[in-house]
């Protein structure tokens, strides 16, 4: 594409963000602002992921975007198509052939390795922001590592409901230091997040925040020692491809109460289909072959 | 004055393979990379600390120069155009010694990304002074050989580890390799083999 830099992002915004991606690394779940700029998509729809993976881009990369698991969504499929036309990169929807996954609310099913990147979108960079509205605040109770407050939110959950009733952006710890939130992930997700051997990188565009886990860092998801943090999925195997361990959709099929559960991870149900995996709801396989046996 | 030397050949795609190689060896530890290959920046100035500078530093930064890079000061001001700032205050310092870091910005308890980030020069990555590094970003301990860094460098680093957040970062330059001590590095010295 012609009348825009590599990637589209100028080489001074790129530095600027560079830097604070280093700072990000060395500080692990430590929120760093940045000077975000106005991207050719709304606040909102995954700036802050895009810019991360335009400073972070280069042109022997493999980029994967997914957005709830999915490689065929509109979110996914334009910001794929961005970066194919302004930086000119392959991209995939294969988690193992990409280098850099960009994510909106998911972690592949797939362990990821430590010659990959997953950049995060985030809405909401501050883990603290529902119970303390001012960000002087905020920042002041990180840097004290003071997080009573989130712990009595987790406490007050189990009083009303019998236990912790975040099921999706909930709280961690990182390296033991930093509350962090993991962005709009299922809690399901948030084990995946420990000792991974991928860096990851967060950056919320509207916010104007970027953080990061380094590889191999601890990742504890809040809890007590007598309500230890549980996962939680839909008890279910999925119709297409028979998982019986990945994180399911639940799609409404009819007017009649019909549900299908599927894989929320396009790529892994492909893959498992691929491989000769089914599920209850698979289509009947017509094998001419067979009936001529 | 005479900046006769070039900066990167391709400023950008070169600029980019640099910084991954800076956030490769910032995400793990002790990991040796190489960048700035092709690059002619004038003596000491090696080929990494130039990719370095010439990847981070801009008039957006401040910069400190120690004393015997003074001669490359002209090169680094047209390239990165970094206004000069005590190393007590400075974003960035390019070293050829290691700097007091004790007397360096480590940043505030709110806001330990102002530490500083020193670029230091040193005669080797693969050979000298043994060191045991584990934390973030190491699966397992691992050990580098540096040569440059002074005798009590493990001692000097646990008063700069100590602080975190706060903190300086390192990022050890020889030739066209280069490798980074974030502050979340934990240092001991290896044990001495026969």
Redesign the interface.
């Known amino acids: 594409m012609t009348g825009y830099n590599f990637a589209y992002l100028d080489e001074q915004t790129k530095r600027m963000i560079r830097r604070a991606i280093l700072k990000a690394v060395a500080i692990p779940g430590h929120q760093i602002p940045f000077g975000s700029r106005e991207m050719p998509l709304p606040y909102g729809w995954g700036t802050g992921g895009i810019q991360l993976t335009a400073a972070v881009l280069g042109p022997d990369d493999g980029l994967k975007v997914i957005d709830q698991g999915a490689d065929d969504t509109t979110n996914a499929v334009s910001i794929r198509r961005f970066f194919a036309r302004t930086a000119g990169v392959t991209t995939t929807t294969h988690t193992a052939d990409a280098t850099i996954i960009q994510t909106r609310h998911r972690i592949p099913e797939l362990k990821l390795t430590d010659k990959q990147i997953i950049v995060y979108q985030v809405p909401q960079p501050e883990p603290l922001s529902k119970l303390e509205s001012s960000r002087a605040e905020t920042r002041r109770m990180h840097g004290l590592a003071e997080y009573g407050l989130m712990h009595v939110r987790l406490y007050e959950d189990i009083t009303r409901f019998g236990h912790v009733s975040i099921s999706y952006d909930y709280p961690v710890m990182v390296g033991g230091r930093y509350l962090m939130s993991p962005s709009p992930i299922p809690a399901f997700d948030n084990p995946k997040m420990h000792m991974m051997p991928a860096l990851q990188l967060f950056g919320a565009g509207r916010e104007q925040r970027i953080y990061a886990i380094p590889p191999y860092t601890t990742v504890e998801s809040l809890d007590f020692d007598d309500h230890p943090f549980r996962t939680t999925r839909a008890p279910h195997a999925c119709g297409l491809c028979g998982a019986a361990d990945s994180y399911l959709d639940e799609v409404v099929t009819d007017d009649r109460g019909g549900r299908l559960y599927v894989c929320s991870d396009t790529d892994h149900c492909e893959t498992r289909r691929t491989a000769g995996h089914t599920g209850t709801e698979s289509p009947p396989v017509d094998a001419p072959a067979e009936q001529a046996a | 004055m005479s900046v006769s030397l070039p900066g990167f050949a391709d ?3 070169s ?3 640099s ?2 190689a ?2 490769d060896a ?3 530890p002790g990991t040796v990379h190489t960048a700035g290959h092709g690059l002619t920046p004038p003596a000491p100035l090696g080929q990494a600390a130039a990719a370095c500078l010439l ?2 530093v ?1 008039a ?2 401040t910069l400190c120069l120690d004393d015997a890079l003074e001669t490359t000061r002209d090169w680094i001001g047209f390239h990165c155009a970094a206004p000069r700032s005590p190393a007590a205050t400075a974003g960035f310092l390019m070293c050829h010694e290691l700097p007091d870091l004790a007397a360096l910005d480590a940043g ?6 102002d ?1 500083a ?1 020193v670029v230091l020069q040193v005669a080797s990555l693969c050979a000298g002074q043994r060191l045991t590094l584990s934390g ?4 397992s301990p691992a050990t580098v050989a540096i040569n440059g860094l002074p005798a009590d460098f493990a001692e000097r680093w646990a008063a700069n580890h100590a602080l ?2 706060r903190g300086v ?1 390192l990022i050890l330059c020889a030739g066209d390799a280069l490798l980074a001590l ?3 590095v934990r240092i001991t010295h290896a044990h001495k083999e026969a």
């Open positions: 400023p950008v795609l600029a980019q393979s910084f991954r800076i956030l910032m995400s793990r990847t981070l801009d957006e930064t505030s308890d709110d806001a330990p990304q530490g980030t973030p970003g190491l699966p975190f957040p970062d974030p502050r979340t």
